[in-house]
């Protein structure tokens, strides 16, 4: 199933039953400013690529939102090439690979960002708002928050995971396609 594709149509539900706080996050700022800094095109791209998203897909799911903002001409100009990048089909052909949560965390999103993870770089408050739309309530909310001040945040995603799911997340969440993945296993079974 990792290497499964899925539809764009799909994509605001999937988004919805299992991606990850830090990507569920990214993909809601681009939906309502039609926009995403380079850090947050980089960790929701390179993850959605790992979800499945087909380059044609994700090159159309782009331009759909910055055409919004910047216009299509601008947006075939100056952006349509660093998603291909991200899918080795440009400049080295590297195929980038999606960030893991230790790289997420250490990152250090600036003002207007919306990338990092929100366990680690959102405020008590809007974390706390963020796991109510989640609808993670008590006692896990508190036990997450407990996670987040002891500074263990991927703990704390694991603990968002089994309250989301209702099921357990024995090996702990260390990459967002394995939440992903492991959502998606406890979805279809
Ligand atoms: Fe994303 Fe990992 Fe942070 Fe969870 S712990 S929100 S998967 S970076």
């Known amino acids: 199933r990792e290497h499964a594709e899925i539809s764009l149509k799909d994509i605001d539900q999937i988004a919805k039953s299992s991606f990850p706080l830090c990507m569920h ?16 095109r980089m960790q929701l791209g ?9 380059l044609d897909d994700a090159l159309a799911f782009w331009r759909a939102e910055f055409s919004r903002k910047v ?10 090439y660093s998603i291909r990048h991200n899918y080795g089909k440009e400049g080295k052909r590297t195929d980038y ?18 990338h990092g993870c929100p366990y680690r770089h959102f405020s008590e408050e809007n974390l706390r708002a963020a796991l109510t739309r989640m609808r993670v309530g008590n006692p896990a909310l508190e036990d997450v928050i ?24 024995d090996a702990g969440v260390n990459h967002p396609n394995q939440y992903y993945n492991d959502s998606q296993r406890i979805l279809e079974s």
């Open 25 to 40: 996050h990214l993909f809601e700022k681009l939906r309502e400013d039609h926009h995403l800094k380079h850090g947050g």
């Open 46 to 54: 390179l993850f959605l690529k790992g979800v499945g998203l087909k």
């Open 71 to 80: 216009g299509a001409e601008r947006f075939d100009k100056e952006y349509a």
């Open 97 to 114: 690979t999606p960030y893991s949560c230790q790289k997420i965390i250490s990152s250090t999103p600036g003002v207007g960002d919306h």
């Open 146 to 169: 407990d996670k987040v001040r002891n500074r263990h945040y991927q703990l704390a995603c694991t603990l968002t995971f089994e309250a989301v799911h209702g099921s357990s997340c």
